[in-house]
């Protein structure tokens, strides 16, 4: 009698084990008594469920769910009775949507019922109390209770003769099947005497019947993210700056309202650590899991979520514990997995069955194509990740992996949130499955090695990738150095498809990352020398010529150290270092070691490898840049035959190969034959490259420059500031190619007499060379100073443009020789300043000179030549006439 009053006072039931093995449940006035067969195992002094909702864990104002609110406000006056399912991952807000819209429900008077749906017996005595409190017959309830009669029958059978209109709320329905397993398949259904809405993380649409309303929801905005943290932080005035502030770390934490609330309470803490946005911010980067733990720690939080370890590091690992409990172990290690990757979206053909058995098969086995699926299909049906199309130019072959390729540009591709992700990475640095997740990573990357990266047809997929080299560059860590070769090796030849798409400060920083960690390794570590050899080809490719050297110096000792003096690595190191010398303007230096690398060659390494053929193709560069046009002619040439009898050669170095012989052709004065060659060069440059690429730009100046000769002044200066606008972007304003084109834009303009303008951009070329390091390019920096003092000379500064002419006619006289191209034009002018001057004999003199050295290094036929020529015979006719008047 005592236990049915206190049932009775309290409308709640409860459940006592009496000795032999049965349980009594006491419900109001019922006393129900049934054998252990039927399922109502209750956990050791737990309470009976309450049906109230827990209103007290509901904030004070929800952010940026005005939108998930209006379509939820008809919920239970809806015509239709339609069963609402609120999905999405742990902590991002929908106990507390559903508790908001409990809230209004009931402010209308109408009843409330709060089902706390976390496993099947809850469920099974809540819906028994619903049965009851709602009107159903004392014999039906006790024919339920002991299993004769479905629960799930009664209860939606008394629920539609309520009259009053009722709201259902199951919250944290987070295990459809084990609710099935207690009460059936058909034990959620729709009403239309009430609004039936459930809470879950779960958002298969295999799970939930098709006739469902199934709402996602999602992290909040920036804006919303920045109000919750403002107002949750409690600050008494709020500056931009604090609204700034507020919006980056709302975007940090990706929006998810768990971790916001965590954040903002613990900055209003009076005892904590950590007052200002910014703060909390730079602490997360320098400790992610101990500013999480800590804000956990110290927020107060209560009910449900008193075990604060399952705040934000644990909760989403509760979703993997249930597909642990389900048969789905892998599920654990591939988010393990995906964290390894950025914040972006990953090809789902990375996650390689073969990788992940070899690397793998210990967390998480057995692997293959199968349970790899089910594996991300139970990840996306909880929220943890997305799996969409990633739609980029280009294909991949379908016959690359066994996996169904998708048609066209599309892509599928994994999409993990990325809180999500770095809550996973913390995990990832406490496991015993670290080494062997790192591992898989990337294996799964390296398994490109074997596509070629010139192969447009696999362009938008190297493009997917490139973060997530990246990612795996900067992150990999810091015991990890066993790690470090594969790490290497990936980013040499990935570098390859950067080099081929233009991508050059990409490639910099991925191999400045690997070169960084490299350097610890042992000096007879092969890791050590790729990284090395890299960075400094990366160095040297994007103009920071000190660094180049210095690493390509560094890269030669350690090849000596670890290889034969004629092989591969030796050779194609000193072949960088040579390259160097000569991007320098250190041209002698540069045509000895050339020398030196082909005759070791000779004999040793057939013609045609790529090697030979790169080492003949860097002489002729240096020939040419020294002004000997005609040997640099014949090897360029020899390079260009090399590469059109191998099948297959790859187009990027083709296209490079030929381009050189253009330029040679240019210089000798073979503008027509030149401007053939760089149509062709284009042709196999647009195949595999975008238009924006360095060497396509290149190309177009080199084209540019022949119609500035040939006096198209105006086309050619539109080019040339089109091309320095494209290289700012993609090479920056310090590369040595964007200052050669700002500097024929500034050639351009003295011509048209635009001295002012003209002016000031020559001044900032100065400038910028000087800043990176560029200055040993004695022809460009000479150049330069030469337009500067034909602007003194078209102001009538003719006396100083006279003396300045000479002083640059000296060094380059020095360092480039009398006769080399840039030499002669020199020349020429100083010739014509003497003119301007009024001294016609010695300019006639001076000019005769001129022509006699252009003659033996171009021919009679060449384009200056034929300028020096005219500009002879015009002075011959100034014979006898008074300076002043000629």
Known sequence: MRIRQQAAASDNSRVYQVGNGDQ??????????HHHHVNTDRPTGGAAVSLEPPLRLLPRQLYGRDADLETLKDIVDSPEGTVTVLHGMGGIGKTALALSVARDTRKKRRRVLWVTASDGYSVREAMLQIAIRTGAAESRAQEAAVGNI??????WETLDEVLEPWLIVFDSADDPKAIEEELGTEWLRSSYAGGVLVTTRVGSPEV????????????L???GGRDMLVDTAGLRSVSDKDHEQAAKLANRLGGVPLALWLAGRYLALPASAIRRFEDYHAALDRDFPDVIDRAAATSEARGPEADLRRLVMQTWELSLDVLEKQGVPQARTLMRLLSCFAARPVPVILLSPEVLSRACEAYGGPWDEIRVERALNALSDLGLIDIGLERLEGTFPDDFYRWPQLPGSEHRCIIVHPLVAEVNAAQLDRSDARMAVWDAALRCLGLFRGVWPEDPRHGSFWQLLVPHVLSLADRLPEDCDDLLHTVTLLNAWFCEYLRVSGQYAVAFSVTESAYARARRLDGHAPARFLACYTF????????????????????CRLAALLYEPGSFHVLVTDSLLAAVHVERGDFVTGEKLFRGIIARLDGQWPLGHPLSIQAHHHFATTLRERGFLEAAEKEARLAVSQCDQIPGFPLYTKAVVRHELGVIIWHRGRLDEALRVFDGVMRLQHKIMPPWHPSILVTRFDVASINRIRGNLFKALLEFKEISLIEIDSLGESHYATLQSRHNVAQILVQLEYLDEAELLLAGIMVAREEGGLETRHEDVLATRHELVHIASQRGQHVTALREWKKILDEERKHLGS?????????????IGWARTGQVAIARSEMRRVLLARRRTFGDTHHETEEARKALEQLSKCHGIPWWRA
Not at 150 to 155: E, R
């Open 819 to 831: 006769d080399h191209p840039s030499t002669l034009r020199t020349h020429f002018n100083w010739a």
């Open 221 to 223: 905005d920036e804006s």
């Open 208 to 219: 939930w019947s098709d006739h469902l309303r199934m709402i996602r929801l999602t992290p």
């Open 24 to 33: 009594r449940i006491v419900e109001g006035g019922l006393h129900f008594h």
């Open 150 to 155: 479905s629960i799930a029958d009664l209860v």
């Open 536 to 555: 400094a080809d990366w160095a040297w490719r994007t103009s920071r010529l000190e660094d180049a050297e210095r690493l390509s110096r560094e890269a």
